[in-house]
């Protein structure tokens, strides 16, 4: 199979950005930043991954605050530190691998101020470091969480500019595509299921106020960015919870996000409601993302337990996602891709100092090949 006819490793187009292939690493928290601040680990970290021929490699969910972080080890963008951190994690990524890369900006809101799941996850204590938390509705995330500042109307404005400030310092990093986080219980998911909003202004209510937010951030940085600059946005297709967000909601958000000019949506679940249940399974989020791209009609990336080439293949090629994400896969083998590649029989690039690693330049040693 060449790489023309293995679907995974066709090119894809995200406005004037092409990907060599379909391959995308997922946004994965590492819990390894100071103060916000990308550190040595990130760059070993995404620097493996940009050599391994994914399409596209995204950084971790990025804070837009301080206040916006899961836990004090997350990163954030709201300073020149953490611009400078970011950039030279960046140029290194350009320099040497073969991937695009990609941020997505995200603001925990009331799921914000915890432990690092190493520490158990749960809320940070006064004397621990605490920091108050925001969200659409004065809702905690569970009885054992801190109870968030409902956010008024002049505090959303001003949240509005943290996501434009963020995306402004996104460009001058170099990053090939922004991405926002408003999925997996993060406080733009907040504002869009009815289970966290419970406002009664126009940010509450109706599916058309719940959504507004998102919509809003979006259409802020369409204007912002250059003609033909990829913008997506990760969505949690349902909470798994009567009472929550639904996929048809899903359907409707993304309708309108291609509207204003959003290039592709990256469908997740859940992570709203602890009450939730989910039955996971290779490739169980798939459906969702199927629905999306037949009845959104954008380009839809699918993600959860894809570990398999075959499966993967047989996703894009069968028209029911246009990208597939690896999150866990990818660090259990970050050349995943190149495996990929071999075992679907098609070509992937190699870094210059990789390439004598490529089954292809050493035949004897991979006598399957033939």
Known sequence: MSSQSSALFSPLQLGDLTLDNRIVVSPMCQYAATDGVAEDWHLMNLGQYAMGAAGLVFVEATAVTPQGRISPKCLSLHNDACENGLKRIVDFCKQYGVSKIGIQLAHAGRKASTHPPSGGGKPLQDDEGAWPTIAPSALPYDSDWHVPHALSLD?????RQHFLDAAARSLRIGFDVIELHGGHGYLLHQFMSPISNRRDDQYGGSLENRIRLPLEIMAD????????????????????????????ETVVLCQRMKEIGCDFVDITSGALDPRQKIPLGPGYQVPFAEKVKREAEITTMTVGMIRDPHLAEKIVSGGQADLIALARGMMYDPRWAWHAAITLGAETPYAPQYARANPRAWPLAFPELD
């Open 221 to 248: 940085l369409r204007a912002l960015v250059p003609s033909g600059y990829p913008l997506g946005i990760r969505i949690s297709a349902t909470d798994w919870v009567d009472g929550g967000w639904t996929p048809e």
């Open 155 to 159: 505090d959303i404005a001003e949240l």
